[in-house]
């Protein structure tokens, strides 16, 4: 979405105000999601220990969807997020898809937060009603991103850190318990509990697919480091400094976390809807730490739904300034923040509240929306490669001059597909999942009638226009300044 207008006056632009620290710290926060520390305890009961393999090739395949579009992102600066690659690169269509679909993905992904969110408020607040959880995050997270995007940085920063403590903590008292032989009415803490309990594969085939269900849920936001591109200092060194970091973050938080938990505890003792990370402090005798394990949880859903706020309001702001989403939508503040945009968003949020009422089963609702939210995310992620697939065709002198280049090229992107392909899979092989999976093509089906609705206005077909010059200028740009440093 280019943050030109067509208008007469000039409208201010998103400023880049996001340095290194923010960039790596939200990559990370963005790695780590509620999907772990609520969603594992189910993951685990499915898979067995073979949920470690599971997070492994999650993560593998991201990585190569991550690299696809870094290096799209730094062909053209004037790309301000991926759905700008995709308009241009695909096709207005494809712009107005990826957008919308990635805004509806954060809604549900802040529902979903919102729910866990309240899930976890009761069982530290035994008796509080559901809605003053749910409306406090929300008032607390709309306050926070008003202010600057700075302030969003510095309150994901912080998230973030807690959430890799967290962990940290975990994975250290949990090699503790291990190397000092603890005991427990489960048995000894010890890695042989990673076998011992009807082998690495105990559910056999099925088991281990039922693990992709719930696991990929919990990288939903991997690819949120591409939406702080236009806010970003430096994008040419801190946005490959942040996705590179991606499989040292999957093997440390994923997997070195999962090791840990099932050798201190057989996975036979883990249950859906119970937090594996609280369940192991507990254990170890540490009351306040599995207290503290609590709010952390907390603080890791707000950090979610905080990316999910920040995320949805740049999309709807890019679709306004293309023409794709009501004008007002594209206005910003003072404080250059698309203040309009965050409202809508936390609106919506609130619908979280509604339909835990609705459903009277926190598990169940999470389940739901999670599902729903997965497969809209795979859709986007899709884009992003059908998109890398279109630049290597269409501007094969851009890749050439990459110094940011996806490994592994056009063959590994079918790989990747052919996962995705398998993930749509798995999830129809199992009721709830099914249900929901049925259910999501409806949103692509209220998308295709508004498109057919907006694509041949004027208003929207000049903004395009516009939208293609800026990024024509940027290229031109970008080659005067790659002429002026060989020169040199």
Same mark, same amino acid.
């Given at each position: 979405?280019?943050?030109?207008?067509?208008?007469?006056?000039?409208?201010?632009?998103?400023?880049?105000?996001?340095?290194?620290?923010?960039?790596?710290?939200?990559?990370?926060?963005?790695?780590?999601?509620?999907?772990?520390?609520?969603?594992?305890?189910?993951?685990?009961?499915?898979?067995?220990?073979?949920?470690?393999?599971?997070?492994?090739?999650?993560?593998?395949?991201?990585?190569?969807?991550?690299?696809?579009?870094?290096?799209?992102?730094?062909?053209?600066?004037?790309?301000?997020?991926?759905?700008?690659?995709?308009?241009?690169?695909?096709?207005?269509?494809?712009?107005?898809?990826?957008?919308?679909?990635?805004?509806?993905?954060?809604?549900?992904?802040?529902?979903?937060?919102?729910?866990?969110?309240?899930?976890?408020?009761?069982?530290?607040?035994?008796?509080?009603?559901?809605?003053?959880?749910?409306?406090?995050?929300?008032?607390?997270?709309?306050?926070?991103?008003?202010?600057?995007?700075?302030?969003?940085?510095?309150?994901?920063?912080?998230?973030?850190?807690?959430?890799?403590?967290?962990?940290?903590?975990?994975?250290?008292?949990?090699?503790?318990?291990?190397?000092?032989?603890?005991?427990?009415?489960?048995?000894?803490?010890?890695?042989?509990?990673?076998?011992?309990?009807?082998?690495?594969?105990?559910?056999?085939?099925?088991?281990?697919?039922?693990?992709?269900?719930?696991?990929?849920?919990?990288?939903?936001?991997?690819?949120?480091?591409?939406?702080?591109?236009?806010?970003?200092?430096?994008?040419?060194?801190?946005?490959?400094?942040?996705?590179?970091?991606?499989?040292?973050?999957?093997?440390?938080?994923?997997?070195?976390?999962?090791?840990?938990?099932?050798?201190?505890?057989?996975?036979?003792?883990?249950?859906?809807?119970?937090?594996?990370?609280?369940?192991?402090?507990?254990?170890?005798?540490?009351?306040?730490?599995?207290?503290?394990?609590?709010?952390?949880?907390?603080?890791?859903?707000?950090?979610?739904?905080?990316?999910?706020?920040?995320?949805?309001?740049?999309?709807?702001?890019?679709?306004?300034?293309?023409?794709?989403?009501?004008?007002?939508?594209?206005?910003?503040?003072?404080?250059?923040?698309?203040?309009?945009?965050?409202?809508?968003?936390?609106?919506?949020?609130?619908?979280?509240?509604?339909?835990?009422?609705?459903?009277?089963?926190?598990?169940?609702?999470?389940?739901?929306?999670?599902?729903?939210? =997965?497969?809209?995310?795979?859709?986007? @992620?899709?884009? %992003? &490669?059908?998109?890398?697939?279109?630049?290597? $065709? !269409? #501007? /094969?002198?851009?890749?050439?001059?990459?110094?940011?280049?996806?490994?592994?090229?056009?063959?590994?992107?079918?790989?990747?597909?052919?996962?995705?392909?398998?993930?749509?899979?798995?999830?129809?092989?199992?009721?709830?999942?099914?249900? =929901?999976?049925?259910?999501?093509?409806? @949103?692509?089906? %209220? &998308?295709?009638?508004?498109?057919?609705?907006? $694509? !041949? #206005? /004027?208003?929207?077909?000049?903004?395009?226009?516009?939208?293609?010059?800026?990024?024509?200028?940027?290229?031109?740009?970008?080659?005067?300044?790659?002429?002026?440093?060989?020169?040199?």
């Amino acid at each position: 979405m280019t943050t030109k207008s067509t208008t007469s006056h000039q409208e201010p632009h998103l400023e880049r105000q996001l340095t290194n620290r923010h960039i790596q710290l939200i990559a990370i926060g963005g790695a780590i999601g509620t999907g772990l520390f609520m969603g594992s305890g189910k993951t685990i009961s499915a898979a067995g220990p073979s949920v470690i393999f599971v997070y492994m090739i999650i993560g593998f395949m991201l990585f190569f969807v991550m690299r696809a579009m870094g290096e799209l992102l730094l062909s053209n600066l004037n790309y301000k997020s991926f759905s700008d690659f995709a308009a241009d690169l695909l096709g207005p269509w494809a712009g107005f898809f990826t957008g919308w679909t990635y805004w509806f993905c954060w809604v549900i992904t802040g529902i979903a937060d919102v729910i866990a969110i309240a899930g976890y408020s009761k069982e530290l607040w035994p008796g509080l009603p559901l809605w003053i959880p749910g409306l406090a995050t929300v008032a607390i997270l709309l306050l926070l991103n008003l202010v600057t995007v700075k302030a969003f940085g510095e309150t994901e920063f912080w998230f973030a850190l807690i959430k890799i403590i967290a962990i940290a903590a975990l994975i250290i008292v949990g090699m503790f318990m291990i190397f000092t032989g603890f005991q427990s009415d489960a048995g000894p803490a010890t890695f042989t509990n990673l076998w011992s309990h009807g082998g690495m594969f105990p559910n056999e085939f099925m088991g281990f697919v039922a693990g992709f269900q719930i696991a990929v849920f919990a990288f939903v936001g991997i690819e949120l480091v591409g939406t702080t591109a236009a806010e970003a200092k430096d994008p040419e060194k801190n946005l490959p400094k942040a996705i590179n970091s991606i499989p040292i973050r999957v093997l440390l938080f994923y997997v070195g976390a999962l090791i840990v938990l099932m050798s201190v505890t057989p996975w036979t003792q883990f249950q859906a809807g119970q937090s594996p990370f609280i369940a192991m402090f507990s254990l170890a005798g540490l009351g306040a730490a599995a207290t503290v394990v609590n709010l952390v949880v907390l603080s890791s859903a707000m950090s979610s739904a905080n990316s999910g706020i920040y995320s949805t309001s740049r999309m709807v702001y890019g679709l306004a300034q293309e023409g794709d989403a009501p004008s007002a939508f594209g206005a910003l503040s003072r404080r250059k923040v698309p203040q309009n945009a965050l409202f809508l968003s936390c609106v919506l949020l609130l619908s979280g509240v509604v339909l835990m009422y609705a459903g009277q089963d926190i598990g169940k609702a999470f389940d739901m929306v999670t599902t729903v939210s =997965a497969v809209c995310f795979v859709f986007v @992620w899709s884009i %992003i &490669l059908a998109s890398y697939l279109a630049f290597r $065709r !269409r #501007r /094969p002198h851009l890749h050439e001059a990459s110094k940011y280049r996806m490994p592994g090229g056009v063959p590994m992107v079918w790989v990747v597909f052919a996962f995705f392909a398998f993930v749509l899979w798995a999830l129809t092989t199992q009721p709830d999942t099914l249900l =929901a999976l049925l259910a999501t093509p409806l @949103w692509f089906v %209220i &998308l295709g009638v508004a498109w057919l609705a907006i $694509r !041949r #206005r /004027p208003a929207h077909l000049a903004r395009y226009a516009e939208f293609q010059a800026d990024l024509a200028r940027e290229a031109e740009t970008s080659k005067a300044r790659e002429l002026e440093k060989v020169q040199k």
